[in-house]
Nanobody
């Protein structure tokens, strides 16, 4: 079992930066693949980035590649999403998710645990 709490969202101007943090509790965190997803009203949840349990393998959506960086610190039970060069189309609720297995995946149905989300709003 893994419990997840996101933080770090907010309002930022286009071109700005934010760093999202996901604090995890539970013994399984260090062996779990982790992901970030986002969702806007009326739309399906969208994959953003994922990282494997060791922090060695990462996957990014094409729309964020080169601007977002996912990382993890298993000693601190945290996963970070560093976002730079933010665009208005990045506006969404961002969710942290954990898998029951260690590798990184980009489909939301492969994640068993979800946080409550944090709002990111990018103004033009």
């Amino acid at each position: 079992q893994v419990q997840l709490v996101e933080s770090g969202g907010g309002l930022v101007q286009a071109g700005g930066s934010l760093r999202l943090s996901c604090a995890a509790s539970g013994r399984a965190f260090s062996s779990s693949g982790m992901g970030w997803f986002r969702q806007t009203p009326g739309n399906e949840r969208e994959f953003v980035a994922a990282i494997d349990w060791r922090g060695r393998d990462t996957i990014y959506a094409d729309s964020v590649k080169g601007r977002f960086t996912i990382s993890r610190d298993n000693a601190k039970n945290t996963v970070l999403l560093q976002m730079i060069g933010l665009k208005p189309e990045d506006t969404a609720v961002y969710y942290c998710a954990a898998r029951q297995y260690g590798n990184a995946r980009l489909h939301d149905d492969e994640y068993a645990y979800w946080g409550q989300g944090t709002q990111v709003t990018v103004s033009s």
